[in-house]
């Protein structure tokens, strides 16, 4: 008897739990100010602007949320070597998987791993020599393929299904292959979203 109230009780609280849920498909975008940390003692590496874009599932129980995303994010970096100011272009197809924290009206903290795929890199910096060169060429063989960071952020769901997150990205492995310094990324991101398709209760 004791075993079967049991069942009836998970059963009971599963269900008001999925009573609550909230599950939602989105897309969303916005600027990228990427920047690469690298161990090279010659040149020096600012913020490049560029842009994100793809989709979202949010998964909301209560005060928790998890929100896998899959995006395009343009990446990279400008360079100064040797008087010359050069650019570094890297894209990614980028695959957050974050948690969120609900506070009040809608407001939230994020934080999850995300893993990186290396989908070009252009450069008119030589990362294998440290070298400015004349043309921007292609450098995907200098890197890896593959990429982890931590993404970290705070975002606003705010009425009729808008988004805005503000997030950064700190990446935790060095990307570089055949390139002579340590190479890790640093994306700031500015997200503003929308749910195009709705269940359950909630923003």
Do not use: C
Not at 9 to 24: E, L, M, T, V
Not at 112 to 134: C, M, R, W
Request: proline residues 4%; glycine residues 12%; charged residues 15%.
């Amino acid at each position: 008897m004791k075993k079967i109230i049991i069942v009836l009780a998970f059963i009971a609280a599963s269900a008001g739990a999925y009573a609550q849920a909230q599950f939602a498909i989105g897309i969303k975008g916005g600027p990228n100010f990427a920047n690469l940390n690298v161990s090279d003692p010659g040149a020096t590496y600012k913020a490049r602007t560029g842009w994100h874009a793809g989709g979202f599932v949010l998964m909301k129980f209560s005060k928790i949320g998890i929100q896998p995303e899959i995006l395009f994010s343009q990446q990279g970096s400008k360079i100064k070597v040797q008087g010359n100011d050069l650019n570094a272009n890297y894209s990614y197809i980028n695959i957050p998987i974050m948690v969120k924290l609900y506070t009040v009206a809608g407001i939230n903290l994020q934080a999850g791993p995300q893993f990186g795929f290396l989908t070009k890199a252009e450069s008119d910096y030589n990362p294998v020599t440290g070298e400015p060169i004349n043309s921007t060429q292609d450098f995907k063989n200098a890197y890896k393929k593959s990429d982890v960071s931590l993404a970290m952020g705070v975002g606003w769901d705010l009425p009729f299904g808008l988004t805005i997150d503000g997030r950064y990205n700190l990446g935790l492995s060095d990307v570089s292959d055949q390139a002579a310094y340590e190479t890790k990324n640093q994306v700031w991101q500015i997200s503003v979203g929308y749910k195009l398709i709705k269940f359950g209760k909630g923003n």
